[in-house]
């Protein structure tokens, strides 16, 4: 089984980006990302209402990291501190050296390549720091961006799921895209 050590927190950098811990001065990006019904329409979980909504999501993070079950980073563009997104570790199986990988970005930002250099340092270090064997994706089937995006970065599809999970009423497919260590290209 695979001893996951975030201590210390490791920033990551790209020719472009900054991903570093988050804190409660990244509270109004965060509730942004949140509460934006278009970065959420592919992700199954309530819109955050308020701000405190936000902290609490926040403070989620800030636990999994402190309890070695999960990291995240936010996004930010050298010399800028304000978050343009987050991204992270999510749902790691030490027990089969495999994490679910996750992301969002606030709209402005989309289409310029920073999530997609963002994963690849993620993944590198999914790969390097925790001793991964594989990294999943777990998308809407709609998510056209999102599955673009992951087989830019090597990820291929490994399974789509029909109505899988049941959320607001309505069941959804999901479709896993997947990317083995040996697969990775730095």
């Known amino acids: 089984m695979l001893e996951i050590n975030f201590h210390p927190f490791q920033n990551l950098e790209t ?17 942004a990302l949140r509460s934006n019904p278009e970065i959420m329409k592919y992700i199954p979980r309530p819109l955050a ?29 050298k010399g800028h501190n ?9 749902r790691i199986q030490p027990e ?23 994963i690849k340092v993620v993944v590198e270090y999914g790969f390097e720091h925790m001793k991964l064997h594989s990294i999943e994706a777990v998308i809407d089937p709609g ?14 599809k490994e399974a789509h799921i029909l109505e899988n999970e049941l959320w607001d ?8 895209y997947s990317l083995l ?6």
Do not use: C
Request: glycine residues 8%.
């Open 169 to 176: 009423g309505k069941f959804w497919d999901t479709v896993i």
């Open 15 to 31: 020719e472009r980006l900054l991903l570093r811990r988050l804190n409660e001065n990244d509270v109004n990006e965060i509730f």
């Open 96 to 118: 089969n050296h495999r994490a679910e990988i996750g992301y969002m970005s606030l709209p402005e930002y989309n289409g310029k390549g920073y999530i997609s250099e963002a």
């Open 181 to 186: 260590k040996k697969n990775f290209k730095k």
């Open 49 to 77: 209402k308020t701000k405190e909504d936000a902290l609490e999501h926040l403070r989620m993070i800030e636990e999994k990291i402190e309890t070695n079950t999960g990291i995240n980073w936010g996004i930010t563009i």
């Open 82 to 90: 304000n978050i343009i997104g987050i991204i992270g570790h999510y």
């Open 143 to 156: 998510n056209i961006a999102s599955e673009r995006v992951l087989q830019k970065n090597g990820f291929v």
